[in-house]
């Protein structure tokens, strides 16, 4: 039980949050997750709105100089980093945050605290920030995170993190399209105790998204398939999807792939 790793979700929208009386049981915070190792080390997964509460419970329990932080960002779109700015952490002097990603990860937090954007200042963060373009994979407490590329307009990364015995895969934003990133995907998912992937459109949806880069419960499902994942986490709901659509698309998830869950903001896997 003590190697077991915690994964809390944060934020699991896709695009934007985007509040109202028919979404109270999923939430609205955009793309963020914790993944909390045995070591205690936490490995922080995008950082859309849903960080922001995630930072202020680690800026509240005084966990910030326990350890260096380390984000992996998918990519840049807003829904993926719109959190930053408002991540307290990052005002602190004790912390140390490394964010990893894609080609450009140095000018995330500069490029959104710009006049006239944000009253905000680039160097009103005193936090220890350094910044990694990814290449390969990072070993951290004996846990591997490896990024892949999955099918998105202007790129974007899937992350497998292993750790002693488990496997999770988060495969947001990515959309199936026949080509060699399918076979990629079902690949690095092979074996997973837990997939986690994008589920943004309804499946009659799809076809006029065609080229959005997103997926629906139903790729997930064959993907979960294919690579004989133990769990399936349909993640990345989309904005404009009531209680109502994301319980039925459950339903009908768990009709094809049995260990199907939809992601909602504050749940956890221990894995
Ligand atoms: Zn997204």
């Known amino acids: 039980m003590a190697e077991t790793v915690k994964v809390t979700f944060w934020g699991t929208r896709g695009s ?15 793309s963020s997750l914790e993944i909390c190792l045995p070591s205690h080390r936490r490995i922080l ?31 840049f779109h807003w829904d993926h980093i719109h959190g930053l700015p408002f991540f307290k952490p990052a005002y602190y002097d004790e912390t140390r945050l490394r964010i990893y990603g894609r080609k450009g990860v140095e000018s995330v937090f500069s490029g959104q605290l710009l006049d006239p954007f944000s009253p905000i200042p680039h160097d009103a963060l005193t936090a220890r920030i350094d910044y990694v373009q990814l290449e390969s994979g990072v070993d951290m407490d004996g846990a591997r995170v490896e990024p892949f590329e999955v099918n998105h307009p202007q790129g974007c990364f899937g ?8 496997k999770i895969v988060y495969a947001t934003d990515t959309e199936p399209d026949g080509g060699p990133l399918d076979d990629l995907l079902v690949e690095k998912a092979s074996g997973a105790d837990c ?4 589920s943004n459109n309804a499946v ?4 006029s998204r065609r080229g959005w880069g ?3 419960w139903r790729d997930c499902t064959k993907t979960a398939r294919l690579a004989s994942v133990g769990r399936l986490v349909l993640f990345h709901n989309d904005p404009f999807h009531s209680d109502e659509v994301l319980e039925r698309k459950e ?3 768990k009709a094809e792939f049995g260990d199907s869950i939809v992601a909602y903001d504050g749940l956890v896997l221990n894995i």
């Open 16 to 30: 934007v949050p985007c509040s109202s009386g028919e979404k109270i049981r999923f939430g609205t915070n955009t």
């Open 45 to 75: 997964l995008d950082a859309g709105t849903g960080i922001i509460g995630l930072g202020n419970r680690l800026s509240k329990d005084g966990l910030l100089s326990a350890a260096p932080l380390h984000l992996f960002l998918s990519h």
């Open 159 to 166: 992350y497998v993190v292993t750790t002693g015995r488990s």
């Open 195 to 198: 997939l986690i992937m994008d």
């Open 204 to 207: 009659d949806e799809a076809p």
């Open 214 to 216: 997103h997926s629906t």
């Open 251 to 253: 339903r009908d998830a």
